[in-house]
């Protein structure tokens, strides 16, 4: 089983959707969660850091749940400048490494 | 501010060269990564700099990669020998200290070895 594992999609919504996108990972003693973006042949940038008690920026909502080891994105409102890969970013406890999903690729079309 | 920079941006080498790759972190970032994307593939680590600690090595494929950091700022990721398989783009991040800060991503070495 891969550490971070996300659903590749491409996940493809029309503007105003909503869109959910879950990301697992097998090493419990994870502390830290992330998502990032990335566009195309762009470098990655952080969206949001994940809290426990989830946590929400404008048209997105972050949650984790640590029982079933996943956290997940909700985007609302879906608009055409959203279409891009969404990376789940996951780090153990003590340590300064963290471990990358595949991403997950969101396409909204008008 | 001036962001993390990366040079070159494209690097086109024949197989069996020796390659170098530079970062140059957001001044006053005490952390920095190096990472391999290929295509289709997440981010894999390669290698860490916290300060003056010795690096995390941990990621490196092979001792054909090294890297370096001078003066707790500019880093150079070096490929020796290239193998087809080193064909990714080489991401470099900086992070203001060691933690849960934000990555901060330069634009990528595109590397493609013939």
């Known amino acids: 089983r891969k550490e971070v594992e996300q659903d590749p999609g491409p996940f493809n919504v029309p503007e105003g959707a909503t869109v959910a996108f879950n990301c697992t990972y097998s090493?419990?003693?994870?502390?830290?969660f992330f998502w990032y973006r990335q566009d195309c042949r762009k470098e990655p940038k952080l969206l949001m850091s994940?809290?426990?008690s989830g946590n929400e920026d404008g048209r997105f909502t972050a949650q984790l749940n640590r029982a079933s080891q996943y956290i997940s994105l909700l985007i609302r409102d879906s608009k055409l400048s959203d279409s891009a890969t969404y990376l789940c970013?996951?780090?153990?406890?003590?340590?300064?490494?963290?471990?990358f999903g595949r991403g997950t690729s969101l396409i909204v079309h008008p | 501010g001036a962001g993390v920079s990366q040079s070159p941006s494209n690097k086109v080498t024949e197989k069996g060269k020796d390659v170098e790759l530079r970062c140059d972190p957001i001044?006053?970032?005490?952390?920095l990564y190096w990472y391999r994307q290929s295509l289709g593939q997440g981010l894999e680590f390669l290698i860490y700099?916290?300060?003056?600690?010795?690096?995390?090595k941990s990621g490196l494929p092979s001792d054909r990669f090294s890297a370096e950091r001078t003066g707790g700022s500019v880093s150079t990721l070096t490929i020796q020998r290239t193998q087809q398989e080193d064909s990714a783009v080489y991401l470099c991040?900086?992070?203001?200290?060691?933690?849960?800060?934000?990555?901060?991503f330069g634009p990528g070495t595109r590397l493609t070895v013939t």
């Open positions: 970013v996951v780090k153990p406890g003590g340590s300064y490494i963290p471990t």
């Open positions: 090493n419990s003693a994870s502390q830290s």
């Open positions: 994940v809290y426990s």
């Open positions: 001044s006053g970032h005490t952390a």
């Open positions: 700099f916290q300060g003056n600690s010795a690096p995390d």
């Open positions: 991040a900086s992070i203001l200290a060691g933690g849960d800060y934000e990555q901060y």
